[in-house]
């Protein structure tokens, strides 16, 4: 059936790079998308991909696709302390407006 | 601003009580969304609705019960049939081909 993996826990050095993995099952997936969800909060969207993309960069965050492996990153540059939150990799399902979530990878930020 | 608007913010039920969460969008969406979220897990589905006047149950639906009477308007009862009803409530809405929009979501506290 169809599942979308993320990893639980993530982390990092402040001024390093995070990257946070997640796979796919569905490969006729249009889009792809990153949610970001800070302690308390709803759920933000943070970012997108089309699936005939291989890589988007918006600032210091930058996706990569690879369709081959069902395998989306996403990479934040310079991680500050405001990036701690829960990150959320979601593909639709053959409906088109439901999403298929992961579990959601949680960044924790070292001084 | 359109956006989607989650109350309260905080509920707290007795045992026994009926319990009701509002959520109320101005984006003109057709679909609209119902999640359960305990502490340090994922997005649980409990129901969602594509049109006015039409839901379906999701992942986790037994002690809940929803009403779509207007295409703003998706609000959840949570009954006393729900036996462990202490999480954090996220509604959500969208329009075909888009991501979702969250609200802020209600923390609901069994007392």
């Known amino acids: 059936g169809e599942d979308v993996e993320q990893s639980l826990f993530l982390s990092v050095r402040e001024g390093d790079s995070s990257v946070i993995n997640c796979t796919y099952t569905d490969s006729s997936s249009t889009y792809l998308y990153w949610y970001k969800q800070e302690p308390g909060a709803g759920l933000q969207l943070l970012t997108y991909?089309?699936?005939n993309m291989d890589m988007k960069q918006d600032q210091r965050l930058t996706v990569l696709l690879n369709k081959k492996d069902k395998h989306l990153s996403l990479r934040i540059a310079d991680t500050q302390t405001g990036d701690s939150a829960i990150y959320f990799c979601?593909?639709?399902?053959?409906?088109?407006?439901?999403?298929?979530w992961g579990a959601g990878t949680k960044l924790i930020i070292k001084p | 601003d359109g956006g989607i608007t989650q109350s309260p913010k905080y509920l707290f039920r007795k045992e026994g009580q009926n319990v009701t969460l509002s959520c109320e969008q101005n984006l003109n969406h057709d679909a609209m969304y119902w999640y359960r979220q305990d502490p340090g897990q994922g997005l649980r589905l409990i129901y969602y609705?594509?049109?006015?006047?039409?839901?379906q149950k999701g992942d986790i639906a037994e002690g809940y019960s929803v009403s779509r009477e207007k295409k703003e308007s998706f609000p959840l009862t949570v009954t006393s049939a729900q036996k462990n009803p202490t999480a954090f409530y996220l509604c959500?809405?969208?329009?075909?081909?888009?991501?979702?929009?969250f609200g802020s979501g209600t923390r609901l506290t069994v007392v």
């Open positions: 609705s594509q049109i006015v006047n039409d839901f």
């Open positions: 959500a809405s969208t329009a075909t081909g888009s991501g979702y929009t």
């Open positions: 991909i089309f699936s």
């Open positions: 979601a593909e639709p399902m053959d409906s088109n407006y439901q999403l298929i």
